[in-house]
């Protein structure tokens, strides 16, 4: 471990709470939306994360917890964040779990790859190897042309763009902006614009009491998994805590197989490895450049 960060254990194992947050968050936003609209779902639980926010950030920051210096790219990659959360889920309706999540998280090779263009960094031999691993793994995955092919498969290879749109913009606002305000701005933003974009967003609340307890713990979930991340990362550095991350996927296959009974084929589960295997090579490799 680096000297600089003595408490870079407590790091790693607050981002794998948060990798079980998020799994947890992910599967019982499956079950939810066999019955609800993913807009109503995806509303409801920034409704929640964003009350959960300000009750904990609002009276020690007052108004520094929406005092922005660029409102134009906070307000841009919080609509990335939304819109790429309600394909997310409306992903989870058509396909496994496990193959969705693992299709959106090629978004950290795509930013990888953009960062050349976009953010001045160099784009070496590993970063295409990495993308043309991740990229055949969604090819095993959603088999375009085969017989179990669907065009929903294309929706969480659409949020891996979006999400990784999101995480160039995150890099952007670096140093300028409290992380607590950036954390903050994409709740917000989706209370606000998901209602008159969707319409059915508050009249599909749920009525049972069990699906209304999942939501409640969807929305503290991500409020709480989004907190450990921010701690995790004032303890140790993202070059350390990224590989980790990739334990969310483990959290799914499990949970995806508990509650559901998805199981992965032989060809589904070699792409799922080849996305996350192309991931972690790409981030280890940084790792070491950078040592």
């Known amino acids: 471990m680096d000297a600089r960060y003595p408490h870079a254990v407590r790091g790693i194992v607050l981002v794998l709470l948060a990798t079980c947050c998020f799994g947890c968050l992910d599967t019982m936003s499956k079950v939810l939306v066999a019955h609800y609209p993913a807009s109503a779902l995806v509303w409801l639980r920034y409704v929640l994360q ?6 904990i950030f609002l009276p020690r920051m007052g108004l520094r917890l929406v005092r922005t210096s660029a409102p134009g790219l906070q307000v841009l990659r919080g609509l990335m964040l939304v819109v790429s959360s309600v394909v997310f889920v409306l992903a ?17 090779i795509i930013v990888a790859l953009a960062g050349g263009p976009l953010l001045g960094e160099r784009v070496g031999a590993r970063t295409w190897m990495a993308l043309a691993g991740g990229f055949t793994g ?10 179990a092919f669907t065009w ?6 659409g949020c891996a763009f979006m999400f990784a749109t999101y995480q160039i913009l995150t890099r952007k606002l670096a140093g300028h902006d409290d992380p607590i305000t950036t954390l903050f701005y994409p709740g917000l933003l989706a209370v606000l614009v998901i209602p008159p974009v969707f319409p059915g967003s508050i009249t599909g609340l749920p009525s049972v009491p069990l ?22 990362h ?3 550095p993202a070059t350390l805590l990224s590989p980790f991350g990739y334990g969310q996927l483990l959290v799914i296959l499990v949970l995806g197989y508990a509650v559901f009974g998805e199981i992965p084929d032989e060809l589904g589960f070699t792409g799922i490895l080849l996305i996350a ?11 070491k450049l950078r040592a």
């Open 50 to 55: 964003t009350i959960v926010m300000a009750a």
């Open 92 to 108: 989870l309706r058509h396909m496994p779990i496990a193959e969705v999540a693992s299709i959106v998280f090629l978004a950290p």
């Open 138 to 147: 969604v090819l095993l995955i959603i088999r375009p042309g085969g017989n």
């Open 152 to 157: 929903w498969a294309f929706l969480p290879l």
């Open 211 to 232: 699906h209304l307890a999942m939501l409640v713990a969807i929305g503290v979930l991500g409020a709480v998994g989004h907190f450990l991340l921010i701690r995790a």
């Open 234 to 236: 004032a303890l140790a």
């Open 277 to 287: 295997g192309s991931g972690l090579a790409l981030v280890l490799a940084g790792r």
